[in-house]
């Protein structure tokens, strides 16, 4: 993808044959397959397959130049080619990692070191959006759940009300505030850092920047901000921002729970990359994920993914992922500036189980469209209640069953005549009890879910959204279309402000509501 174009995917002969397969293929209640990658289980049992989709999937890979691609971007490669630069994320977790990372995550520990050995701060604000927010959330959440030493905030809306609340209750004289915004120009993460900065001077904080730190690709933005060079940490230009949790972003984890979270996530990650590189393509957890992906979406149409992991430790599992594929490949035009013509990225959405269960798992089951579903579960729990696990286990595997194999109308007509009903309330009443099955579905099984587990999951779904963007032909790394709404948002702030003339470029809705809303948004 380094400007060279990889052409038109539909116009390939190797795409008219995968599409042939997957249309022939089925879902075969019959059939095992899981592969075990990073020491975590994919269970693709519940996908479309068969031997000729398996040969086409391989070729369609090779046509794409996927080897190639792949190398690319493990070496540091210029893959992102609309903003020019790599997309490097892999190398922050290698295992030996660069000088210029190395000595930066030597800072990092010893400024943790520090604050946990003088007892320091007892409360984190984390400011950040997006990619500099998400992962940290999810990690906090997963291995803080039952309480951090330290209260921690996040905040990320620039609605007011999510600062407010995020500073509420901290005594300013022992919180520090860490902002992690990769261009350190984001309109939320400035608006409220400065809030941040207000609330320590109104304390009477004497040295309110020396309670901040910042985690960003521009030092030097950060230094004229009057945080002190010792409490920058860089980030590079090549981690693009939805990957920039392996970097020092996850200070606030570290600080809430321990250094060794981003160690463990960090080495599954590292194993996955090694998976991803090295394994075949039958066996490479990645890739599979990728094409079963691609025949869910391109060619049985199905228009978004469920994300379903039962644990209630990862419900920011669901936004992580949202952001990861969508800003990812919620793309419509191929490298050479050319429309796609078959859908691509899925729209992507989802809760923990069981709550999933009891709110739109009625709609997977039944309703007129479906969707894919990946189920990811730890096979051993962290508590002491057996029974709880079991029971929950139960749920995910009875969910993914029923997906796969349904429940036919003679099924259901046997189970309400077994009920003891009468003959015409069955027979009318079996067909609301029918289950199409063949509904698609991954299912994830991490031994226990562990730093290094869930280093090795995220890591296992950044290399299916890289793969499905090769075989697309699209840029998964940039986010033109976040860009443009940033733009129309700060003119109309301005207009609200009453500091420049409502435009009369906007639509009769838009400016009819910038009339009616300036009363209440001016300053004061
Ligand atoms: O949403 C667009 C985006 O650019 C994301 O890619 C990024 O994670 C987020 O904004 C925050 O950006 P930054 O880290 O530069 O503040």
Redesign the pocket.
């Given at each position: 993808m380094n400007g060279a174009s990889p052409g038109r995917l539909t116009a390939l002969p190797e795409w008219a044959e995968f599409e042939h397969a997957a249309r022939n293929a089925k879902i075969d209640p019959s059939r095992l397959a899981v592969i075990n990658s990073a020491g975590i289980d994919l269970d693709i049992s519940g996908q479309y397959a068969s031997p000729a989709l398996e040969q086409a999937g391989a070729a369609l890979l090779e046509a794409r130049d996927f080897n190639a691609q792949r190398d690319l971007l493990l070496e540091g490669g210029i893959v992102n080619v609309t903003e020019d630069r790599a997309a490097w994320h892999t190398a922050l977790r290698a295992p030996a990692a660069q000088p210029e990372i190395a000595a930066e995550r030597q800072r990092l520990f010893e400024f943790i070191h520090t604050a946990d050995s003088q007892r320091k701060w007892r409360n984190i604000v984390h400011i950040?959006?997006?990619?500099?927010?998400?992962g940290v959330r999810l990690a906090v959440a997963a291995f803080g759940y039952a309480g951090t030493w330290r209260n921690v905030h996040f905040v990320a809306n620039i609605d007011g009300h999510a600062i407010q609340g995020g500073l509420a209750g901290f005594d300013p004289h022992d919180t520090l505030i860490v902002m992690?915004?990769?261009?350190?120009?984001?309109a939320?993460?400035m608006e409220n850092g400065q809030r941040a900065l207000e609330w320590l001077r109104a304390a009477g904080v004497a040295e309110p920047y020396k309670q901040v730190v910042a985690i960003?690709?521009r030092p030097e933005a950060a230094l004229n901000w009057g945080i002190p060079a010792a409490h920058i940490f860089k980030l590079w230009d090549w981690v693009?921002?939805?990957f920039?949790l392996w970097s020092a972003?996850s200070m606030t984890t570290a600080l809430a729970v321990s250094a060794d979270v981003i160690a463990g996530m960090q080495m599954g990650a590292a194993a996955m990359d090694k998976h991803f590189a090295e394994a075949p393509i039958a066996e490479n957890a990645p890739v599979q994920m990728a094409l079963s992906g691609i025949v869910n979406r391109s060619i049985l149409g199905y228009g978004s993914l469920n994300i379903a992991p039962y644990d209630f430790r990862l419900a920011n599992l669901v936004p992580y992922i949202q952001?990861l594929e969508m800003?990812s490949l919620g793309k419509s035009v191929d490298l050479n500036g050319v429309p796609v013509d078959i859908p691509t990225g899925p729209a992507v959405w989802g809760m923990p189980g069981t709550d999933a269960q009891h709110t739109f798992f009625q709609w997977l089951h039944q309703g007129s469209d479906g969707a894919p579903v990946d189920f990811i579960v730890a096979a051993q729990a962290d508590h002491g209640w057996p029974h709880h696990h079991r029971i929950l286990l139960a749920n995910c595997l009875a969910q993914r069953q029923a997906l796969l194999q349904g429940k036919s109308y003679d099924a259901a007509l046997e189970q309400c005549l077994e009920s003891g009903m009468p003959q015409d309330r069955a027979q009318w009443l079996a067909h609301h009890r029918v289950y199409g099955g063949g509904r698609p579905s991954n299912l994830i099984v991490l031994p226990r879910l562990s730093p290094y587990t869930l280093g090795a999951l995220l890591a296992l779904y950044e290399h299916k959204v890289f793969v499905q963007g090769v075989i697309w032909g699209i840029n998964p790394f940039d986010?033109w279309g976040?860009?443009y709404g940033?733009h129309l948002a700060s003119g109309l702030a301005q207009e609200l402000n009453g500091t420049k003339a409502t435009s009369t470029h906007h639509d009769a809705s838009t400016r009819h509501w910038v009339e009616r809303l300036k009363g209440p948004c001016t300053d004061t």
């Open positions: 950040g959006i997006g990619g500099s927010d998400w992690a915004s990769k261009s350190f120009t984001t939320e993460t960003t690709a693009g921002g939805r920039s972003v952001q800003e986010q976040v860009e940033k």
